[in-house]
C-alpha cells in the first residue's frame, strides 16, 4: 500500500504555541537518528491559517475557530482524494484539533461505512463551546465530530455556534461516528462534563492499568473486536498519551502515560488491521522540549509502521 505524509501545521486549537512545528521536529529527529522515516512517502504540506492567532480573539468560548474552517475543510479533502486513491495518509499535525479535518476527509471517504475511531490521548476532547474550561478547541474535536454538545455554564455567541455548525458540515452532514464506536486508550484526565458524556452514551475506555493488566497486544484484539460492525477506523495518536518521562514536548502532559513500547505495540497492531484508513499524530511541540526528545521518541514509535503499512 501506498503511503502519504500530510503537514497538517495548524496550531490554533492549542492553548500554548509551538505545535505547528511537529513536523519539522521529526524532520530534525530522522535526520539526526539517520531515519528514513520521510524516505518512504510523499509529502503534502497544507497552508495553515496560524495568523489568525495574532488577531482580536472575537470567540472566547472557541478561541480562533474562525480560522479552522478552511484550514479543516482542505485537510478532510486531502485525506478524502488519498482514500480514494487506496493511499494511506498519516496525518502530522499540529494540535489535537486537525481530528476534525482527519476525521471528515475518512468519513467523506467511505460515507456508507459506520467509522471507528481510535482516541490514544490523556483527554477526552469532549468538550464544546458550553462547557470548556479553556476555550481551547482541541479540547472539543470528538463532541463536534460526534454531534454531542452538553449545555454548560457558558454562553458562547451566535458567531461562535454558527462557526461550529459550519465545522460539523464538512465531508458529510451529520455525525461522523457513533459514540459506541469511539474507543479512548490511555484516557487519564478530563472534566465532570466529559465524564457525564462518557457514562451517558457507555463510550469504551481503556485506561492505562487495564493496558497494563491485559497487553497491548490483547487491548488492540480488544478495541477491534469491540467495532466490528465498523467498516473503516480511524486511528489518533496524541502524544501526550504517553508519561512524561519520556518528553515534556507537549502542551498538556499527564503523569502515568504509556511507555514507547506500549504506544509501538499500539500503533502497529491497529495499522496491521486493513480497516484502519487513516492515522493522526498530534501535539508534538519542539517549543516546550528538550533536546527534541518528544519527537525522536514519537520517531521510534512511528518507523516500524511504515514496513507494516507497506506490506498490507
Known amino acids: 500500500m501506498e503511503l502519504r ?14 505545535a505547528s512545528m511537529g513536523m519539522a521536529a521529526l524532520r530534525v529527529a530522522a535526520w539526526k537518528n539517520g531515519s528514513e522515516l520521510f524516505g518512504h512517502a510523499e509529502e503534502s ?35 478524502y482524494k488519498y482514500l480514494r486513491n487506496n493511499v494511506f ?4 499535525g499540529g494540535d489535537h484539533s486537525i481530528a476534525i479535518g482527519s476525521v471528515s476527509g475518512t468519513k467523506m471517504a467511505f ?23 479553556s476555550g481551547n478547541v482541541h479540547g472539543m474535536p470528538l463532541a463536534l465530530l460526534m454531534h454531542i454538545e452538553k449545555k454548560g455554564r457558558k454562553k458562547p455567541s451566535v458567531y461562535t455556534m454558527d462557526t461550529w455548525d459550519q465545522l460539523r458540515k464538512i465531508g458529510v452532514n451529520g455525525p461522523k461516528l457513533l459514540p459506541s464506536d469511539l474507543v479512548f486508550i490511555a484516557l487519564r484526565d478530563y472534566e ?42 480511524h486511528v489518533s495518536f496524541d502524544v501526550d498519551s504517553l508519561d512524561p518521562s519520556i518528553s515534556v514536548g507537549t502542551g498538556t502532559p499527564v503523569p502515568n502515560g504509556l511507555d514507547l513500547d506500549e504506544a509501538r505495540d499500539l500503533l502497529s497492531g491497529f495499522c496491521a488491521d486493513p480497516k484502519t484508513a487513516t492515522l493522526d499524530v498530534v501535539e508534538i511541540n519542539p517549543a516546550l522540549d528538550t533536546n527534541n526528545a518528544m ?8 518507523e516500524p509502521l511504515f514496513p507494516i503499512l507497506r506490506g498490507r
Open 5 to 18: 505524509l500530510i503537514e497538517a501545521a495548524s496550531e490554533i486549537g492549542a492553548g500554548m504555541r509551538g
Open 45 to 79: 504540506i497544507l497552508r495553515d491559517e496560524n495568523d489568525v492567532l495574532y488577531e482580536d480573539d472575537i470567540s472566547p468560548n472557541a478561541h480562533h475557530i474562525d480560522g479552522l474552517i478552511r484550514f479543516e475543510s482542505d485537510l478532510a479533502y486531502e485525506v
Open 89 to 92: 495518509p498519516i496525518v502530522v
Open 111 to 133: 460515507p456508507n461505512d459506520r467509522l471507528g475511531v481510535v482516541w490514544i490521548d490523556a483527554h477526552a476532547d469532549l468538550h464544546s463551546p458550553w462547557t470548556t474550561p
Open 192 to 233: 465532570p462534563e466529559e465524564e457525564a458524556i462518557i457514562k451517558e452514551h457507555g463510550i469504551k475506555v481503556i485506561t492505562v492499568a487495564d493496558l497494563r493488566k491485559k497487553g497491548a497486544k490483547a487491548v488492540v484484539d480488544e478495541t477491534l473486536a469491540h467495532l466490528s460492525l465498523c467498516g473503516r477506523i
Open 295 to 302: 519527537a525522536e521518541a514519537t520517531l521510534s514509535v512511528l
